[in-house]
């Protein structure tokens, strides 16, 4: 991450923490005579403990407070100096990679599909993780790390892990997320 980047999240931490929010990422592109200024938010999540249940995502209302904050600070520092700039702030998509402990705590009751260092895939239900494994509970004719079907649940260490993505699912109805109703 470049220096701009890393002074915006340290500028911006502090601000945004008593919101239970905080910075995933920051992108600063030229964009003609401005720059573009793209800010990730994502909830806190502690790591202190397991996390089994579902975390609900970052809300509209959340990411415009966060939004508010973010601008009347980058504004009050100077840290983005005297060139124009234009601010874009959201959350993480479902496509984003799990890289972090946190990414995978946020996801926990969620479908996920893993690869692990030895080339053997894992796809299943997220159940628990913590801040040193997870623990993905194969869905029927899934698979286990291996390759055969079984629904025993499999702890994994996080450096076993080489990628890891949220696969969306489609359902008619009810609650696909755990996180609350479903339109």
Sequence with gaps: MAGAERTIIETLAPKLEPLGILVEDVTVVPAGKRRLVRILLDRIVAMDTATTEPVAPVTLDEVAEA????????????????????????????DRPLTEPRHFARNVGRLVAITLDDGSKIAGRLTSADATEIVVTPEQGGTKAGGHASAEPTRLEYPTITS?????????????DGVGEDV
């Design 67 to 94: 939004t508010r904050v973010i601008s009347d600070e980058l504004d009050a520092t100077n840290v983005m100096g005297e060139q124009p700039y234009v601010l874009e702030v959201s959350s993480p998509g479902t």
């Design 164 to 176: 890891a993505k949220v696969q969306v699912e489609f359902t008619h109805g009810g609650d696909t």
